[in-house]
């Protein structure tokens, strides 16, 4: 690591997280993301927690009002004072206190009535470690403990859609990785609105070849003006897009991880969600584990096959805690063979294979390097005793996110910066990787000892 890069990088990461402020919640990005974003939010308060704690609990805090009664977290929570023009889809296009009345929406603030991966019970206790007799002094656990509860339970049990102890996305975009070709087959039957009924105002702030296509975009519109047309009901046979994601899941599993550690800390019993824990991985395993792909495929539950696209997702089940040796040790060669490159050909993970015929290295998660995902597999790869790599992987992702401004997204191959600038999670996550770079797993299980403990 380049002498001075430490303090360079803690110096501006922190004036990224600090201009993105708004006094409750902190934006992804003031040109292309104006409001509150769900899983950025999870990111972006793992970095905060070692800047100001308390700042970190109130991130968390501000998103999980907006829960609605059904359980889900919304993937936007929108600042009525931005313009409706700033973004699109926009609240007048999402009408969640209207449309999503009888699923729970809250009326006293507009959100989008789609979902993202639930980083937030991690979050939560990672928050909460980073100065525990604070977060006890503002009860911060006891608050968000049964808010977080009913978030699992939402995607645990009104997700399951394919009815194999599995959580399903209904939309491209409630993975994360809003435009990987892993969605390609199923949005293949999705017919699009037409581009000339809508405006995309990404498109006013990023380059295009950077964006997702005028098609795809049309297809992401019909899935959400169909949602919220059916009143955002999850009745399984509506859905004209369900897949099952093997990243979703495995955050789903190191939350039930962190929620065990959550309930030990507030006196309540963690058996529920070890149980849970256990019978994720297991139908993860069973379900989604391909040992001939070397990796985790997506599941298309209306088509009801494995979708045969290597996306980045399926390396992410690396965080699990007690994932089998021989499945981990797999990951590992996947990652740094020709599919993925990591360091080799790329200095950090691509979005999407090397060797597929939709990769490109410029296109928003259809190639690209996320520093969140890399991330999550630094820690993974550390979790799972790949200590060398994890450290090198630390170091590019430093210099890169230190290089580019802390930009949303970069070439996988040369470094280069894409998407917006100044991108919170990438700045958050930079703190976090400079203040701990040899943490412990992500969530260490229970012993048997602490979980008795509550009967």
Known sequence: MPPGLPSIAYNGARGVLSRNWTGSSTVPSRALYPHQWSWDSAFIAIGLRHLSPTRAQRELETLLSAQWADGRVPHIVFNPAVPLTAYFPSPDFWRSSTAGDKAGAPAAVETSGIVQPPVHALAAWLVHQADPAASARRGFLHRVYPRLVAWQRYLTDRRDLGGRGLASILHPWESGMDNSPCWDPPLARIAPVAADTFHRADLDHGCPADRPTDLDYGRYVRLAETYRDRGYADDADT???????????????????????IATAVGADPADHLVRAEELTTSMLKRLWNPDAGMFLCHDVIAGEPIPERGVSGLIPLIVPELPEDVADTLVRTAVGEHFGLGGACRLAPSYDLTGASFDPARYWRGPAWFNINWLLERGLR????????????????????????????????????????????????????IEPLAEPLTEPLVAQEASSHG
């Open 239 to 261: 859905h004209p897009f369900a897949v099952e994601d093997p990243a979703l899941n495995a955050l789903l599993i190191v939350s039930e991880h962190a929620l065990a550690r």
């Open 383 to 434: 979790q799972h005793g790949a200590t060398e790599r994890a450290d090198a992987l630390r170091a590019e992702a430093l210099s890169a996110a230190t290089a580019t401004g802390f930009a949303e997204y970069v070439d996988p191959f040369t470094g280069e910066a894409r998407g917006s600038q100044d991108f919170s999670w990438t700045a958050a996550l930079t703190v976090d990787l400079l």
